[in-house]
């Protein structure tokens, strides 16, 4: 596990070489933010933004979604995994936003949690990157960066979260979702980790690193 001399090194190394970390999803207010997020389960964010780059133009307030209903979502999202399930939390989703919160996107996680569709995970995202709170949502790149490098291990999502909030410096906090999930999906990945050119190999923990006369290892 990594000591607070390798965390600080490793959160100033990301910092460095990305300053300015934001998701690949697109969006332009909250509520976009949030489509997208619900969207992107078991789906990536190229999928994601293909269909919502023409949704939004045509509807992209909870009241323009519900008129359009599910069918006239449908073949904006048809070729998004599980797009069925999803247009269906959409709609129930635009209703509730209407009826309960004006239209807004709310800013807690116990509200965004009771919207369908919107777990733990989905509800850091947003509370992060929407309103700028210090969360931290743990997806498979993350959680497999935060325990293949020794950063903040865990056997489930939860624990990961709560140590990363606990070890992370506070400097580092609001920006530690963006790198952490860029790292894992660009550099740290799955099958093939790209180690030597990674710019945190010198501070992570990693026994199998890929390399000259290293091992291939898979988390």
Known sequence: MMNLEKRQAFFELLRE????PETELE????????????LSAQATDISVNKGTRQLFKLANTPQA????GEQGVKPFIQHIGLF????KHIQETCRLLLEKHGGEVPQNREELELLPGVGRKTANVILNTAFGQPTMAVDTHIFRVSNRTGL????DVLKVEKQLLKRIPKEFLMDAHHWLILHGR?????R???CEQCIVEPLCGFKQKTGKGKVRGNI
């Open 27 to 38: 969006y332009s207010s909250p509520f976009e933010l949030l489509i997208a997020v619900l």
């Open 65 to 68: 979604l519900l008129d359009l």
């Open 17 to 20: 070489n990305n300053p300015h």
């Open 192 to 194: 093939s980790p790209d």
């Open 186 to 190: 660009y550099t740290c990945k799955a």
């Open 84 to 87: 069925n399930s999803k247009g």
């Open 152 to 155: 903040a291990p865990g056997k």
